[in-house]
């Protein structure tokens, strides 16, 4: 057989592929509406599409990469589900943030996605009831907490059903061809404080403005001659940006992690974690009181974070504690803990159950 009738033939073989595909993805979507007819109501499962996803990575024969996998079932889910449920997501805007990145990362590009212009807003869409879910910023690798989404799941009614963890790779964008012609760098602080090193020794004499977010200073830099920007790719296509620079950041895992918030948290998926927060005491032995409960039941912590009181009447040097625990709140090991909690703190908030990210 010649290169050319092999070539052909593997062809073939692909089309039949496809068709199979074609026709075993309608499949899908037909028992998908079969379900939401059943159901009723919200047919949206975080828990359930997180059991799917982390099936698939672990079923995955290769040789695609299981994340590349898990992205296809995603579209896939995301498409079926849009069927039935069209799903409206607010997210921490402009168009081009890698917020929008983490809306599309958790729910697929299906949904109509909303861009807002602070967190505050994205709290209050949900709230509202003008959109079903929302995506905010809550920490990052190298920069730490955002402590506005900190301070408001503190008052909201809201529950985190959900997390996303997206890798970030800055890029250095501008209308300009070379970095010799910058004159201004515009990002939010953050970004500026993840890239602080290859500033220091690529533009070390450049002035860095801060600014609301990555977005908007990839519009100011497209708008105005001699600057840069701090951004995306995404925000690269969006603003017809050159990429003059790309991962600048520090540190090549800086990855970012953000909520899902929701009027409702998760069912349990098996491999789940648990947000609060608390406050202890104001006597000595306090905190320590407040770590004992999830030690004595075996509980495993992940993060424990303090930040002032603000509006709950406390004096100013009183404290709150946010703290990520393993397992769902409907595990009996947590739920014995949660309960032990209550009854040492002077206040106890649970902030949702959520699958933890699958990829």
């Known amino acids: 057989m010649s290169e050319k009738e092999e070539l052909a033939k593997l062809r073939d073989g692909i089309d039949a592929i496809d068709d199979q595909v074609l026709r075993l993805i309608n499949e899908r979507a037909r028992i998908a509406h079969r379900i939401g007819e059943i159901k009723q109501g919200n047919i949206y499962r975080p ?31 995301s498409a079926c589900l849009a069927l039935e449920q069209p799903l409206k997501i607010a997210y921490l805007g402009p168009a081009g943030t890698y917020t929008e990145s983490a809306a599309q990362k958790h729910f697929g590009s299906a949904p109509a996605l909303n861009s807002l212009a602070s967190i505050d807003d994205v709290f209050r869409a949900v709230e509202a ?32 059903c959900g997390e996303v963890h997206l890798p970030i790779h800055h890029n250095l964008l501008s209308k300009s061809v070379t970095t010799g012609e910058i004159k201004t760098v515009y990002a939010h602080s953050q970004s500026l404080g993840q890239c602080h090193e290859w500033l220091n020794r690529n533009l070390p004499n450049v002035p860095r403005i801060a600014v609301s977010s990555n977005a908007e200073a990839a519009r100011m830099a497209a708008a105005e001659p001699g600057t840069a920007a701090i951004a995306g790719e995404s925000a690269a296509r969006l603003y017809e940006l050159n990429i003059l620079a790309g991962s600048i950041e520090d540190d090549p895992n800086n990855t970012t992690r953000f909520l899902i918030l929701a009027d409702h948290d998760s069912g349990r998926s098996g491999q789940d974690k648990t947000s609060l927060v608390c406050s202890a005491q104001n006597r000595p032995g306090a905190v320590h009181e407040l770590l004992t409960p999830f030690a004595r039941n075996n509980v495993s912590m992940t ?55 699958p990829y």
Do not use: C
């Not at 695609?64 to 995603?74: N, T, Y």
């Not at 393993?326 to 739920?335: L, M, Q, S, T």
């Open 47 to 77: 828990e359930r599409e997180a059991q799917v996803l982390r099936r698939l990575a672990e079923s995955n024969p290769g040789p695609l990469p299981a994340a590349a996998v898990q992205r296809i079932s995603r579209e896939i889910m």
């Open 129 to 160: 009831g003008n959109v079903d879910y929302g995506v905010i910023p809550v920490e990052n690798s190298t920069e730490g907490a955002v402590g506005r989404s900190l301070d408001l799941l503190l008052n909201t009614s809201l529950k985190i």
């Open 303 to 357: 993060r424990f974070e303090s930040r002032p009181a603000r509006g709950m009447g406390g004096g100013k040097w009183e404290y709150i504690f946010y703290v990520d625990i393993e397992g769902h709140r409907e595990d009996a090991a947590v739920a014995a803990a949660l309960t032990e909690l209550a009854g040492k703190a002077s206040f106890v908030k649970i902030l949702g159950s959520y699958p933890v990210a």
